[in-house]
């Protein structure tokens, strides 16, 4: 459970503890413990039960189960599965395998994307174990008097634990007892490089300051300790730091808001038009499954499926490109993030530094003196300046190398395998060369040893230092020392005695034993001493200048301590250097060497006491008064990286705001701040320092205002969690910014407040200090190498490189993928137009359906999905650096610039395309475009026949052949030119012949509502006593709708156009109704309201059952288009046989009727004959021996119900059906054409594609890849099926080329325009270039 608000405001102050100040005796009673024989069993087993498990408490953990549910339930996934369900309702109730098909692909579609989310956005929580993986499975502990090994998660407070070098500290500790070298690596915990010295005595007030505390989870690199265990597992201050990071709330990164507002605004526009629509169609009387159905389709049209799994797979491929880069990302969507960065908190050790101690600089006397020279590193850039051969800087090379306890580990001076092992070749280690050369993130290569030093950070840097000029190992093997006073912090020096390898026997080797060496050397020793500057100086009365021992004169120590203090003030650690020799008529060979000898509190041998104040109650040895010979200072930092100042330079340019924030002293994170550029001008601090030391005031000439400068340095003693806002926003104010000696809970607090002032912050760190802050900054950034695992558990992305320059590296990708990410969108969505618009023109024209619910799923999760990924791989455009930080609540990812572009610019050019492409295709087959309006209203098209006027023209047979007979033709107004005679079964088809063309087409009146109730199978349906007057509740037209319509002169139409069609097939015209027709049509084993809702197999007389209309109902259920109002209004019904004087319609409304009589041929109803009656042989079906166009022969009007079958005229509707689902396709093609020309337009949002190139290999891939899909889409028989796609022809791919050339132009003008009318300008001050918005750019600029 993450903390209340109260507790999380605790744990955000200052470590509040008072063991460290508490009396030792009275701790003793407090805890109830022994300090010599620690606490007794009952005791553990009691304060085990009161304080538990010595470890930290895991996290709460979302169960796997939950994130998948939760991966399958977004907004868009919830309006899938709503259509998928509604879509097997529909199914269900009327038997359309169309209904069916689309269901199963919205399930799937929802099912492929949540399991694919899913997939790549798990990752297992394992920021506790991390922690735990800090606690040592054994620790050395008193109890009951006996010291024994016991388990670390079974300490308790009180328990006195003993700890030696190379151990974890178990649990927060005071010490009671202690070595004089022992130090703890606090790095973790407070960012310090160097091992803090720890006494038993309490120094400072604050509990991480005071050197009496040993806290959990730090290691001890030197000595050893006997303490007190004071808290242990959640209560220790490491438990608390674990509990912020897991309480901080780290809120939606800015990629997630801005997908879940584009997702609001998609699915707020797709609900509204479904919803209007649902309504204009209830009005309009459209079935209500048919109108959910088409509701869906809006709602589909609109919801770009595959727009999540688009953005999934851009952050998946963009992360793996950033691994390259040498940054591992956590979180996708941080990447994102960390483009959106307008300020970076970064930690100064390991990142801005290497996160290794080196010598900068040193000091020497040379032929000129002492000197600060510099050394090879990346701190003074210029490279090494001192003289390797001089004498004095071999003097200072050898104390450095002697006075030194640090050594290089061996096994790392060999090659290892992944497993550690040796690496072997002919039997032997395979030597690993002192340097390495090692490329990071950015492509830059560092020199670093590779030989890993074990002991003192300081002492490590000076053996690194030495050993390529003079090797150590070999110095110290022919030097071995015979006395060695260890540092401690009350002499704070360090000195050795060793022998001179001068005056070595010569048979002396390196691997002679010391004990020999020592033996045989007669001749001098010598005394090497190091330790602090000041400490040093003092005990020194010459100097070693040029090689030559000169006496040092007040001038010449004045002068090395201004060299001390400059180089201090540029926050590097000093340590001073010198030596005497010691001549053996004084100190003969076989002298014993001692600290402290007997009766004397110094040691008998020179140290340079002969200034040194005693105790009067000391005695001291009179050797030690012999002054030293100074020889010089090492200056030691972790140097800046070579990478990190053009880093910070890039990220001024780009207006990210850099501030350090720091564990380290302030004099130190200020030199390191000017080194790398976070600090350019002079701080607040220097200000006031400058004007004291001047003895300046205000108003004074020349006093500096300290309100006035860019730059701070601010302490964290002077920060605190309840600072007023006021003071935290006129820190914050500054453009340069050092936090320094701050604390876990503090860089929490100023990343919160950097937040607070709107900043996207990204914070680096590599602490177990920094964990809370990588978790509630918007982008956590851990090192990858120096790194703690909990600051890697809490992070979002790791530099593996530990490279401060990879970061801006990351900034670079950041921005590049939220370019890519809108010009994805903004491709996606131009396709919604022409998916959308369709849905629109059938409700608003009544044409047939331009495009399927189930291609527009082919198009946004099939033909535009590698397109839309391929804008990952899109190189960034040149400007992309010098924008100024994204701003969150302006720049969206989607704005209205975006939408009006995709939406009002290409997308209604896109729909344009496929609206003349769906024109095209239907008007080759017969269906001209000022024929479609209204016909495809009320769900009719593709299931009756058409009816037609036609102006001249003619009818002709499958062979093309006239019929003989022609055609009568209207003489009469308005008729004349009409024809005024139908087709027959011999010559069915009509040709505009020279220059005839279809007027206008109606579908005959549904006026016929039968009984309920099924047919058991088909043979029943073939029977006309069977079925009678039942219609499932369909309705359906009858015998008096075609008069009606007959008597207007509309036929039925059979184009000869669709005859010379890819589709045509002549058995239509003799149709066998028990074969199945696929998919989810009219005839096999469909259910009954399928079966009655197409095209009648025979015609029902409602004049036959009813001659005087009374079952006549006033428009019930019946929506007919006012053409086919007007021809029921003028018919009269008693030329079929209905009384005289009836109507079937009242009012303009078209009665629907009850009771009718069915007859197909059969002679099996009464009032029926034999044969084909009614109308002939063209509206009944033919009675054959068997069906198809070939065996039209053995028709006969003569029927035997028992040898022959009823052969059914579908042609008409049939046509309509195919000439759709290939006008759909070719629909469906024509979105492929005009993608192309969007995806090039969506490469660039600024630059030319002349500028940009064509250099994305992806994305040349994905335009082929989107053609040759929607080709294997279109003529695949196997899918067709399902997608109701067809083999369109060749030509039909062609019209729409010309509107992709269109779109493609009228861009690229669009943004030449845009270029040539905001003109650019660069900013003197900060390089960064600013852009003067034009019209076009401030309108049309996404």
Known sequence: MAPSKKQDDDLKKNVEMTEHKEDLGEMEKRLGTNYETGLTTKQVADLQAKWGENKLTPPPETHICIKFILELTDFFSLLLWGGGVLCFVGYGLEGAKDNLYLGIVLFFVVLATGIFSFVQNQKSDSLMKSFANMLPPKVLVMRDGKTGNEDAIKLVPGDIVLVNAGDLIPADMRILECSDNLTVDQASLTGENEAQKRRKECTHDDPLETQNLCFFGTQVPEGSCKGVVISIGDHTVMGRIAKLAMGTDKGQTPINKEIENFIHIISAIAIFLGISFLIINAVGGVPWITNLVFMIGIIVANVPEGLITTVTVCLTLTANRMHSKMVLVKN????????????????????????????????????????????????????????????????????????????FDENSKFETDNAGEFVLKNGEKVPVDFFRMREQGDGSVIREVAWKPVGNASEAAMIKFVHPISNVEAARAVAPPEA???????????????????????????????????????????????????????????????????????????????????????????????????????????????????????????????????????????????????????????????????????????????????????VTAQAIAYKVGILWSKTVGDMEKENDRDGLSPGDEGWQDPEQAQAIVVPGHTISVDMPEEKWDAILAHPQIVFARTSPQQKLVIVENCQRQGHIVAVTGDGVNDSPALKQADIGVAMGIMGSEVSKNAADMILLDDNFASIVAGVEEGRLIFDNLKKSICYTLTSNIPEISPFISQVLFQIPLPLSTIL????????????????????????????????????????????????????????????????????????????????????????????????????????????????????????????????????????????????????????????????????????????????????????????????????????????????????????????????????????????????????????????????????????????????????????????????????????????????????????????????????????????????????????????????????????????????????????????????????????????????????????????????????????????????????????????????????????????????????????????????????TYY
């Open 332 to 407: 996708l969507e941080g990447v994102e993030t960390l483009g959106s960065t307008s300020c970076i908190c970064s930690d100064k050790t390991g990142t801005l530094t290497q996160n290794i101690m080196t010598v900068a600089q040193i000091v020497y006397g040379g032929k000129n003196g002492f000197s600060i020279e510099d050394c090879e590193s990346s701190f003074s850039k210029a490279g090494a300046t001192y003289d390797v051969e001089n004498a004095s800087f071999k003097a200072l090379a050898r104390c450095a190398t002697l006075c030194n306890v640090s050594v």
């Open 856 to 1339: 527009i799923l082919g198009i946004d999760l099939g033909t535009d999905m590698v397109p839309a990924i391929s804008m990952a791989y899109e190189t960034a455009e040149a400007d992309i650096m010098k924008r100024p930080p994204r701003n969150a609540k302006v720049d969206r990812l989607v704005t209205k610039k975006l939408i009006n572009l995709a939406y009002l610019q290409i997308g209604i050019m896109q729909a344009m395309a496929g609206f003349y492409v769906y024109m095209v295709v239907l008007n080759d087959y017969g269906y001209p475009p000022h024929v479609l309006m209204g016909l495809g209203g009320n769900d009719y098209w593709g299931k009756q026949p058409t009816f037609c006027r036609f102006m001249g023209g003619q009818y002709v047979n499958v062979a093309g052949e006239s019929n003989p007979t022609a055609a009568t033709v209207g003489t009469a107004a308005p008729n004349v030119g009409v024809l005024t005679s139908g087709p027959d079964m011999a010559y069915p088809l009509w040709d505009r012949g020279d220059g005839g063309y279809v007027i206008d087409c109606e579908f005959p009146v549904m006026n016929f509502n039968g009984k309920g109730g099924s047919l058991a199978n088909n043979a029943e349906r073939m029977d006309s006593s069977k079925v009678n007057d039942h219609t499932a509740g369909e309705s359906t037209y009858t015998y008096e709708s075609v008069k009606a319509l007959e008597a207007r002169h509309y036929y039925e139409y059979v184009p000869w156009r669709a005859r010379m069609s890819p589709f045509w097939d002549a058995d239509w015209l003799y149709y066998d109704i028990t074969e199945e027709e696929a998919p989810g049509g009219q005839f096999g084993d469909s259910v009954d309201s399928m079966f009655f809702s197409y095209q009648p197999i025979g015609m029902w007389s409602i004049c036959m059952a009813d001659s005087d209309l009374s079952s006549g109902k006033k428009g019930a259920g019946n929506r007919p288009a006012q053409e086919a109002k007007d021809q029921i209004n003028a018919f009269d019904p008693s030329t079929v046989g209905c009384d005289s004087g009836t109507s079937m319609d009242a009012d303009s409304q078209v009665w629907m009727f009850s009771e009718a009589t069915f007859c197909n041929g059969d002679g099996r109803t009464t009032g029926c004959d034999s044969g084909q009656n009614l109308d002939g042989n063209w509206h009944m079906p033919n009675w054959c021996t068997q069906c198809g166009y070939l065996n039209k022969d053995t028709c006969s009007s003569t029927v035997d119900v028992n040898t022959m079958v009823p052969c059914a005229n579908v042609a008409s509707r049939m046509i309509q059906k195919e000439a759709q689902h290939h006008a759909q396709g070719a629909y469906f093609i024509s979105i492929i054409v005009v993608q192309w020309a969007d995806l090039l337009i969506c490469k660039t949002r600024w630059l030319s594609l002349r500028s940009q190139g064509m250099k994305n290999s992806v994305m040349n891939f994905g335009l082929f890849f989107e053609t040759l899909l929607g080709a294997w889409l279109c003529y695949q028989p196997g899918i067709q099926m399902g997608l109701g796609t067809r083999n369109i022809r060749f030509t039909h791919w062609l019209p729409g080329i010309p509107w992709s050339c269109l779109i493609f132009s009228y861009d690229e003008v669009r943004k030449y325009l845009m270029r040539t009318t905001s003109p650019e300008s660069v900013d003197k001050a900060s390089g960064q270039v600013i852009r003067l918005k034009g019209w076009l750019e401030r309108n």
């Open 484 to 666: 060695v006073i260890p540092f401690n912090s009350k002499n704070k020096y360090q000195v050795h005695v060793h022998v001179d390898p001068a005056y070595n026997d010569a048979s002396t080797t390196a691997s002679t034993p010391p004990e020999e060496i020592i033996a045989k050397n007669k001749g001098n020793r010598m005394v090497y001493m190091k330790g602090a500057p000041e400490r040093i100086l003092a005990r020194c009365d010459k100097m070693m200048v040029d090689g030559k021992v000169v006496k040092m004169t007040a001038e010449d120590s004045k002068k090395i301590d201004a060299l001390n203090m400059s180089l201090a003030e540029n926050g590097l650690r000093v340590l001073a250097f010198c030596q005497a020799t010691l001549d053996t008529r004084k100190f003969p060979p076989g002298y014993k060497y001692t600290a402290d000898p007997d009766g004397y509190c110094s040691p008998n041998f020179p140290i340079g006491d002969f200034d040194m104040k005693y105790d009067a109650r000391e005695k001291k040895h009179p050797n030690s008064d012999e002054g030293m010979v100074y020889l010089g200072m090492m200056a030691l930092i972790a140097p800046p990286r070579p990478a990190v100042p053009p880093a910070v330079s890039k990220c001024k340019t780009a207006g990210i705001k850099v501030i350090m924030v720091t564990g380290d002293h302030p």
